[in-house]
């Protein structure tokens, strides 16, 4: 049974930093690419971030280029997201997603497994 497990929200000040984690289990971590999105009341779910299997090439949502950072740990089969100098306007529900393709990607259709979220809030 593939779970992801987000954990790392919370409500930060304008200008700080936040660091979300992930941890995967019931999957072949290494072999799946990951994703962040994140949802706000009434919207879509909109894409963040994305990663290749094993580390490999990364891709950002505009919105968030140069602002934010995925990465992933194979050990310890997790993904994270390093988010610095955060906006109001980053305030959601944040979801990783895995998908077995193996290649990033914006589109949340092509994601097989998802998280539950977790509440990120950044104050003004």
């Known amino acids: 049974q593939v779970q992801l497990v987000e954990s790392g929200g919370g409500l930060v000040q304008a200008g700080g930093s936040l660091r979300l984690s992930c941890a995967a289990s019931?999957?072949?971590?290494?072999?799946?690419?990951m994703g962040w999105f994140r949802q706000t009341p009434g919207k879509e779910r909109d894409f963040v971030a994305a990663?290749?299997?094993?580390?490999?090439?990364?891709y950002y949502a505009d919105s968030v280029k140069g602002r934010f950072t995925i990465s992933t740990d194979n050990a310890k089969n997790t993904v994270y997201l390093q988010m610095n100098i955060v906006n109001p306007e980053d305030t959601a529900v944040y979801y990783c997603?895995?998908?077995?393709w193996g290649i990033g990607t914006r589109i949340k259709q092509r994601y097989d497994y998802w998280g539950q979220g977790t509440q990120v809030t950044v104050s003004s």
């Open positions: 019931g999957l072949t971590f290494s072999s799946y690419a």
């Open positions: 990663i290749d299997r094993s580390g490999g090439a990364t």
């Open positions: 997603a895995a998908n077995r």
